[in-house]
């Protein structure tokens, strides 16, 4: 579903727009072309909004770390704004001259408010009284406008209060990712640490066999959202089923294991039993995004691509931007009968499977576990 920026005249408005019923995705296939939903921004001039009131402007700015002011939760938990900024708060961020802060006591002194929008509306909209011309009000969101039209934002609130937009897309002014890759080149030791002791124990060997004791072919977990979804997957799981066995876990199937893996829940990736289960007995993994939107990679895939299992991706993204390559499969190259087909083609070939590992002598993952 595309996030459209649109910019007529000096406003910043913010309306999503439901021009369809519920139904129009029933029939159709994948890959989706969604237009459904809109989120359009115009920018107010500086000061011109109702919001901006007192300000101390005797308060000097300049010669000093730039500071970021987180004013509202992220999911009702401040405590997640510490994964999202990991690299300010350990200190590992290129751009050294900047701070974070949840402290509403240092307003004054932030040049940059962050909100996260859908909060926004599970705290009433409540806005600084003040607000100095100068600062930057930066609006928010991880997720897809499937997502926010469902969690009662009301748009009409928010027109005219951001002047920057922060999300996973690639033209936003901010853009904030689920995940990453790094490519790896010279001395490992040369990179900050926490990459270099992932890189150093993440290297195998070129003769290594991934499909060594696997006796299942593909797994997929989701959530009960995911058991009716924006982006139809449940229903290419079925078709899918039709021609090779898939392994459902969670709400959408009969196989459990653990509790669900969010950001709010403390997991680690390679330490979790569930995602050990899927390393060591899988081949593949399903990594099925809820909204087939433009740039919409979740952690589903990076956390994937840590193990040893070959991820299917299924959204509308690029992945060849998101991901090392041939490190993943995309379902939207194959009907469902097409991709089972593959799928058992490379389980008959241990030479083929393991084409999709190479990459992991020249990469580094990181995603939102833990």
Not at 87 to 116: G, R, W
Not at 220 to 245: D, H, M, N, T
Not at 269 to 277: A, G, M, Q
Not at 337 to 361: A, I, P, R
Request: charged share 25%.
């Amino acid at each position: 579903m595309p996030l459209n920026l649109k910019v007529p005249g000096n406003r910043l408005d913010i309306s999503i727009s439901d021009n369809s019923d519920d139904n129009e995705y029933e029939d159709s296939n994948f890959p989706i072309e969604l237009s459904k939903n809109s989120l359009q921004l115009i920018q107010y001039p500086a000061g011109t909004h109702p919001v901006y009131r007192k300000w101390n402007s005797n308060i000097n700015l300049n010669n000093r770390p730039k500071k970021i002011l987180i004013w509202n939760a992220y999911w009702e938990s401040t405590a997640m704004w510490h994964k999202i900024f990991y690299e300010i708060v350990y200190k590992q961020c290129p751009q050294s001259n900047c701070v974070m802060t949840v402290d509403k006591n240092e307003l004054d002194h932030a040049d940059a408010v962050l909100f996260h929008l859908i909060d926004i509306a599970k705290e009433n909209y409540t806005f600084p009284a003040n607000r100095n011309p100068d600062q930057v009000w930066i609006g928010m969101t991880y997720e897809p406008p499937y997502i926010l039209k469902f969690s009662n934002l009301n748009f009409t609130r928010l027109n005219g209060i951001f002047n920057r937009t922060m999300s996973y897309r690639s033209d936003s002014d901010v853009v904030v990712r689920h995940g990453t890759y790094v490519k790896v080149v010279g001395d490992i030791q040369a990179y900050p640490n926490y990459m270099s002791d992932w890189i150093g124990s993440h290297k195998v060997s070129p003769e290594k066999n991934y499909a060594e004791g696997k006796r299942r072919l593909i797994s997929w977990f989701a959530s009960s959202r995911g058991c009716k979804s924006q982006s139809r997957r449940e229903k290419y799981v079925k078709e899918l089923q039709s021609y090779i066995p898939v392994d459902i876990f969670g709400a959408c199937g009969p196989f459990k294991c653990g509790t669900q893996k969010t950001m709010r829940n403390p997991y680690k990736v390679e330490h979790d039993d569930c995602y050990l289960l899927v390393s060591v007995a899988y081949k593949f993994v399903l990594a099925a995004e809820n909204s087939v939107c433009e740039d919409y990679v979740t952690e589903k895939l990076y956390n994937h691509l840590k193990l040893n299992v070959v991820p299917v991706v299924y959204g509308g993204a690029d992945y060849n931007k998101y991901a090392p390559p041939n490190s993943f499969i995309d379902a939207s190259k194959f009907s469902p009968k097409e991709l089972g087909e593959y799928l058992l083609l490379l389980d008959k070939n241990d030479t083929l499977y393991n084409q999709y590992f190479e990459w992991k002598q020249n990469y580094y993952i990181a995603s939102h576990d833990g």
